[in-house]
T-cell receptor, first 114, second 111 residues
């Protein structure tokens, strides 16, 4: 099976812009979770989608949003970018809810906000 | 916070030695998972251990779980330079809550 893919791999934006990141899970997986990783805060949970429904949301401002499509592909959007949004954004998929099953991670999208 | 905490934060050993990393958490769990991350890349799942299990093995990896002490350890035997990476524990606290990752242990294996 193909692994989790994320596009784009690298992104440079300026403050105030918005960005959309995409994640394609492993075929058959229904759960997609998103994480933000920074040197200072580590891995922070953003949200989890399961069968197109948001199951959990982390403690991030409303500028961070996401959705999942019927084919389980997921997108996350960050509006009005801030310098502090510079991070590695990771998505992970699993067959069951993330808390009950092994998570398979994509390579990440490295976002730099200037 | 439910966040797991790994100990030590960094570990440097010689090739061939064993490496032990620990993870402590605060509230009861359904399962605990260990992941590896090579610099700036995605995480790779290593082992999932459920709350009713005490030990699991996978190749050179051995994970133990002590729910009474709310702690887990990851042992890598006969380490190799390729084991150089950051290792994270992640705890699942109920069926519908997100995984909570610790800040990781940075392992350096020197050839």
């Amino acid at each position: 099976k193909a692994g989790v893919t994320q596009t784009p791999r690298y992104l440079i934006k300026t403050r105030g812009q918005q960005v959309t990141l995409s994640c394609s899970p492993i075929s058959g997986h229904r759960s997609v979770s998103w994480y933000q990783q920074t040197p200072g805060q580590g891995l922070q949970f953003l949200f989890e989608y399961f069968s197109e429904t948001q199951r959990n949301k982390g403690n991030f401002p409303g500028r961070f949003s996401g959705r999942q499509f019927s084919n389980s592909r997921s997108e996350m959007n960050v509006s009005t970018l801030e310098l502090g949004d510079s991070a590695l954004y990771l998505c992970a998929s699993s067959g069951d809810l993330a808390s009950a099953d092994t998570q398979y991670f994509g390579p990440g999208t490295r976002l730099t906000v200037l | 916070s439910q966040q797991g905490e790994e100990d030590p934060q960094a570990l440097s050993i010689q090739e061939g030695e064993n490496a032990t990393m620990n993870c402590s958490y605060k509230t009861s769990i359904n399962n605990l998972q260990w992941y590896r991350q090579n610099s700036g890349r995605g995480l790779v799942h290593l082992i999932l251990i459920r709350s009713n299990e005490r030990e699991k093995h996978s190749g050179r990896l051995r994970v133990t779980l002590d729910t009474s002490k709310k702690s887990s350890s990851l042992l890598i035997t006969a380490s190799r330079a390729a084991d150089t990476a950051s290792y994270f524990c992640a705890t699942a606290h109920s069926g519908n809550t997100p995984l909570v990752f610790g800040k990781g242990t940075r392992l350096s294996v020197i050839a």
